[in-house]
């Protein structure tokens, strides 16, 4: 569903993504893995058109979104939950969720009901400010956000950062129901090697900004996880 093909990024004179080409197959959940520093935000980053490519393409639907402007994404389905959550603090959840709205093709002006089916929590505090949330509960307001959207390939940007065991599992079920109830495309970026295999159908590993392995959670084996993922 989205393929990318030899993607070329810089930041000034330093060239971070090298040539990448990867493929996140429709309908599954792939997670992108790796060190720090190899390269996954600036991959997702620049599949939301938040940082320019140099070269490259990166199709969705058959279409070539690479130069495209970042505020076109929603409205063609593409969700993104980005690091670190980057919800509002001083507004309500409510508000929060609401400013995913102009993005659905539907034209829905209501905050649909599955998204408190999803996060009980979210329509307990629908009223609270962003800011008072603990972090589990403004990663979920975060995910609210983009599923309002009603996309069909979602990015998660290390959803379980900084997030207690109990909420961590109930993300990753999230991600899980998503998939199969939905179909829902998703591209997860995860450090966490337990959960990535829990929730993930495939993997993707990046190294020095070049992909360097792929294929299926159940080939990830004891030397790929040493080469390029322990510490
Ligand atoms: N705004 C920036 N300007 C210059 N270099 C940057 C910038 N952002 C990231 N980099 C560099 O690009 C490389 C890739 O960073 P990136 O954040 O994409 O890695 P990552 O795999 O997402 O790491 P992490 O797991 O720590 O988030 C790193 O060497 C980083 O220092």
Redesign the pocket.
């Known amino acids: 569903m989205i393929q990318i093909d030899s993607l070329n990024q810089f930041?000034?004179q330093?060239h971070?993504l090298w040539d990448l080409s990867m493929t996140v197959p429709e309908g599954k959940c792939t997670c992108l893995m790796?060190?720090?520093?190899?390269?996954?935000?600036?991959?997702v980053?620049s599949i939301m058109g938040l940082l320019p490519v140099k070269s490259g393409s990166i199709s969705y639907k058959g279409q070539n979104i690479a130069g495209m402007a970042a505020e076109k994404r929603a409205p063609m389905g593409i969700g993104y939950v980005p690091?670190g959550r980057q919800i509002f603090p001083l507004l309500s959840v409510e508000e929060n969720l609401r400013i995913g709205l102009p993005a659905r093709r539907d034209g829905l002006r209501q905050v649909p009901d599955y998204i408190f089916e999803l996060f009980p929590v979210l329509k307990e505090m629908l009223h609270r400010r962003g800011g008072d949330l603990s972090g589990g509960q403004q990663q979920q307001l975060a995910i609210g956000r983009a599923l309002v959207t009603d996309p069909g390939f979602l990015i998660l940007?290390?959803p379980t950062e900084g997030i207690q065991p109990n909420v961590v599992a109930e993300i990753g079920d999230i991600i899980r129901r998503l998939n199969e109830e939905i179909g829902l495309t998703v591209l997860l970026?995860e450090?966490k090697l337990p959960f990535a295999r829990k929730v993930a159908d495939n993997f993707c590993i990046?190294d020095r900004?070049r992909q360097v392995a792929f294929g299926e959670m159940t080939e990830l084996n004891d030397q790929l996880v040493k080469e390029y993922l322990t510490v």
């Open positions: 930041y000034g330093s971070t790796g060190r720090n520093g190899v390269g996954k935000t600036t991959l980053q690091q940007d290390e970026v450090q990046l900004g």
